[in-house]
C-alpha cells in the first residue's frame, strides 16, 4: 500500500475556487499547509476565499479564469509559476447545471455546459500536465458527480458531461500509471451548494414544476460543503482513485453496480415511499 500524500508546502490548484465545494476544498487543503492557486469567473467569489484562507498563513494568488476559454487556460500556468514555482495537485471543480430534457435543450446551451464541465477540465489538464509530471509527487483531482454515476431524466446535458469527466479520469489513470501523477475522480451527492438555484433552465419548463424541482434540489442538497471539502482533501491524502462524496452517493453507487440497467425504476419506487 502505498503512503499517504503529505499535502504540506504542496502547491495546488483549484477551478470553481470561489464558492461551493471548490471553496470547501481550498480551505480543507490549506489546513494542512497547502498552498493555492485559486481560479474562478467570479472575482468577488475569489477574494471572499482569499480573506477566508488568510489565517492559515500559506501562500495564496486567485486568478480570473474562465475555463470555456482555450488562451485564458493556456495562459493560467505562466501566471502561477511566477507566483509559486510548482505545481502539485490540479483539482478541476468549475462546473455548471443546465435543467431540461434533451428536446427542450438547445444546442447552443448543451455546447456551453459541455465546454465548461468537460471540455474545461480537458483543457486545465492539458495545461497543467507538464508542471504536474515535474513534481515529485503530484495528482489530479476531476469532480464528476452522482449523475456521473446515474443518468436521471430532465439532466441529459449534465449527466453527459459528468460521464464524460468520470471516463477521461479513468482512462488518463491508466495511462499515467507507473509516473508520479495519480488521478481522482470525485462524485459528490447532495452538497449544499447554489448550482441548482444557479443552473441555466430550458425554456418551455412550466413554472410549476421549475418550482417543485427547486424544492426537491433543497431537500436533496443537504451536505455542508465543508464537510464535502474534508471527504475530498482526505481521498487525496489516501490516494483514492473514486471518491464519493456522501452517503447518497455511495448508496446510489452501489445500486447502480447491483440493477445498472434498472436502477431508476429502484430509485424512483424509493422516493415515492
Not at 24 to 45: F, P, V, Y
Not at 139 to 156: E, T
Not at 162 to 170: C, E, L, P, Y
Not at 194 to 217: C, H, K, M, S, Y
Request: net charge positive; charged share 20%; glycine share 10%.
Amino acid at each position: 500500500m502505498s503512503a499517504p500524500m503529505s499535502l504540506k508546502d504542496r502547491v495546488a490548484v483549484i477551478t470553481g475556487a470561489g464558492s461551493g465545494i471548490g471553496r470547501a476544498t481550498a480551505m480543507s487543503l490549506a489546513r494542512r499547509g497547502c498552498h493555492l492557486a485559486l481560479a474562478d469567473i467570479d472575482e468577488a467569489g475569489l477574494a471572499e476565499t482569499l480573506a477566508r484562507g488568510a489565517p492559515s498563513g500559506v501562500r495564496m494568488s486567485r486568478h480570473r479564469l474562465d475555463v470555456a476559454s482555450r488562451e485564458a487556460v493556456a495562459a493560467l500556468p505562466a501566471a502561477v509559476m511566477d507566483v509559486h514555482g510548482r505545481v502539485d495537485l490540479l483539482v478541476n471543480n468549475a462546473g455548471v447545471a443546465l435543467g431540461g430534457s434533451f428536446d427542450q435543450v438547445s444546442e447552443a446551451d448543451f455546447d456551453w455546459l459541455m465546454e465548461i464541465n468537460f471540455h474545461g477540465v480537458v483543457r486545465m489538464t492539458r495545461a497543467f500536465l507538464p508542471l504536474l509530471k515535474a513534481s515529485d509527487d503530484a495528482r489530479i483531482v476531476n469532480l464528476s458527480s452522482v449523475y456521473g454515476i446515474i443518468a436521471p431524466p430532465g439532466q441529459c446535458a449534465y449527466a453527459a458531461s459528468k460521464f464524460a469527466v468520470r471516463g477521461f479520469s479513468n482512462a488518463l489513470r491508466h495511462e499515467l500509471a507507473g509516473t508520479r501523477v495519480g488521478v481522482s475522480v470525485v462524485h459528490p451527492g447532495g452538497v449544499a451548494t447554489a448550482i441548482a438555484r444557479n443552473a441555466r433552465i430550458a425554456p418551455g419548463i412550466p413554472a410549476d414544476v421549475l418550482r417543485e424541482r427547486l424544492a426537491l434540489a433543497d431537500r436533496l442538497l443537504r451536505m455542508p460543503p465543508e464537510k464535502a471539502g474534508e471527504i475530498i482533501v482526505s481521498g487525496v491524502e489516501r490516494r483514492r482513485a473514486r471518491i464519493l462524496v456522501g452517503r447518497d452517493a455511495a448508496i446510489i453507487a452501489l445500486i447502480e453496480r447491483l440493477a445498472p440497467v434498472s436502477y431508476w425504476r429502484v430509485l424512483s419506487f424509493g422516493r415515492r415511499l
